[in-house]
């Protein structure tokens, strides 16, 4: 039988998939960088055992997630598994002293902030042409759990879910709204945009809610909760990567043209919560305006993730996602030629 001519909207789609499986492949951080990574990890634990010896230092946030690019900065969570304690923001100067002492790494502690972290870092050097920037922080458990969250959706579908992250943290990052300190959402917020986009908004879902999926034997209030929220989900990836076969064929270009055109057009801003744990919620109580957009974190489910976005951030960003979801619209001759104005 006569195969039918493909489209031109067939065929923009089609590279522009292979485009951004391309671009992104380029991005990922060397094998090199993250043994440097590594090493650092394991040289700064080994410094803060001096001081609590019940301590160790794991990663988290991009490094851990599956959702890392090349150069991106280091989340380390200091767990202290021990009773006695000094509290963070004692342990925040006393590490602070220490690193300060014994590394060549440029040392902020900041005792005082709501979460109180030590800052290091790098400047560039031949080695290492982007130098290094690392937070510790202390006892965040919760932090640890949303990264593995992250990371069992990454792995359930990396090819378009990692795919589609990785492209738009590129993305906002180049666009210059990925600052929560000027206004704009942290890469943890557009990472949790995308996933409620393909668990909640596409049908057929391209992931399951594994917030919401049965567990497979009985679980306890106990190994359910942490700090009195609800941390359970369905983890064990091997099984649902056998298991869960999404109906969902559409390519990572269809999902991204999609992801830009629903938070440009649909998405409910001034009604609607996001949620993936529970899907649309409509906000119950009027929020003060810089929380004009909101979204839940998935375990601290009173929490708003994007509660540094000011009505401004919130009107640019909004602005980007049409911007993007027009430039994709007129299908420019070459899918190269898209990805490069996108990010521009
Ligand atoms: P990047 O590669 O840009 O550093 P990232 O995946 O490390 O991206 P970050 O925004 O740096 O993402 O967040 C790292 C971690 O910090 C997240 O996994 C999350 O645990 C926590 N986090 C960041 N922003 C928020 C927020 N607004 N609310 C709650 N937790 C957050
Ligand atoms: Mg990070």
Same mark, same amino acid.
């Given at each position: 039988p006569q195969r039918r001519p493909q489209s031109s909207k067939q065929r923009f789609v089609q590279e522009l998939s292979q485009c951004l499986c391309d671009f992104v492949a380029q991005l990922l951080p060397t094998p090199e960088e993250l043994a440097v990574k590594e090493d650092v990890r394991k040289l700064l634990e080994r410094l803060i055992r001096s001081i609590e010896p019940e301590s160790r230092l794991l990663s988290f946030g991009s490094t851990a997630n599956g959702f890392s690019l090349r150069n991106s900065d280091m989340d380390l969570c200091c767990i202290i598994d021990s009773e006695e304690r000094l509290s963070a923001s004692d342990l925040v100067t006393m590490v602070g002293d220490l690193l300060a002492r014994e590394t060549r790494f440029v040392i902020k502690p900041? &005792?005082?902030? !709501?979460i109180p972290i030590v800052k290091l870092s790098l400047p560039p050097s031949p080695?290492? &042409?982007?130098g290094i920037a690392c937070d510790i922080g202390f006892e965040n458990r919760l932090a640890l759990e949303n990264t593995r969250l992250l990371f069992c959706y990454a792995m359930i579908d990396p090819a378009r879910v990692r795919t589609m992250v990785l492209f738009l943290k590129v993305w906002c990052k180049r666009r210059k709204i990925n600052s929560p300190y000027k206004g704009s959402l942290s890469s943890y917020g557009y990472v949790l945009l995308v996933i409620y986009f393909l668990v909640h908004v596409k049908n057929p879902p391209v992931l399951p809610n594994l917030q919401q999926l049965p567990p497979l034997r009985p679980i306890t209030q106990e190994e359910t909760h942490l700090n009195g929220y609800?941390?359970? $989900?369905? @983890? @064990?990836i091997n099984l649902l990567r056998e298991r869960w076969k999404s109906k969902n064929t559409e390519t990572v270009a269809e999902l991204l043209i999609d992801f830009f055109k629903y938070y440009s057009r649909? $998405?409910?801003?001034? %009604?609607g919560v996001v949620s993936i744990r529970s899907g649309f919620i409509l906000k119950e109580i009027k929020l003060p $305006?810089?929380?004009?957009t909101c979204e839940k974190d &998935?375990?601290? %489910?009173?929490?708003?993730?994007? !509660?540094?976005? %000011?009505r401004d951030g919130l009107y640019t960003i909004r602005g980007e996602f049409m911007r993007a979801s027009r430039i994709l619209a007129t299908r420019p001759e070459r899918a190269i030629v898209a990805l490069a104005q996108l990010c521009e």
């Open positions: 900041l &005792p005082l902030a !709501r080695g290492l &042409p982007f609800n941390i359970w $989900f369905f @983890d @064990d649909d $998405f409910a801003y001034n %009604t $305006f810089f929380s004009l &998935p375990f601290e %489910t009173n929490f708003n993730v994007a !509660r540094c976005v %000011t």
